[in-house]
């Protein structure tokens, strides 16, 4: 009854995370006012989030179904480690990337399109 509970709860917040970041990027590519270097930033990091969700939840809602005891191969314990650690490492980085756009928005607002053009944002 508890696992059927936490697979239940925990589903609808994966697909809640999924179909969140799925608007925000589909809103994102479809809006063409949402043209500038913080919404390509933005895009990105809700496909990294998506990324690290669906290198975690999927494994655990299994565990959840399954009622004898759960074990998992050490290959496997070891790929989804290294998708976690992609995906966590990825995230850090846009934050920083999102970070900098900021910094360059605030304090040169004048030299900002110059800063961040696409080439450069392509390149970070």
Sequence with gaps: LLQ???????????LIIL???MVIMMV?????HLNSPMYFFLFHLSLVDICYATAVVPKMLVNFLVKESVTIAVSACMTQMFFIFLSAGCEIFMLSVMA????VA???PL???EAMSKHFCYQL
Excluded: A, E, P
């Design 4 to 14: 059927s509970l936490l697979f239940t709860v925990f589903l609808i917040i994966y």
């Design 19 to 21: 179909l969140g970041n």
């Design 28 to 32: 994102i590519r479809t809006d063409l």
């Design 100 to 103: 900098y756009d900021r910094y």
């Design 106 to 108: 605030i304090c040169n």
């Design 111 to 113: 030299k900002y399109q």
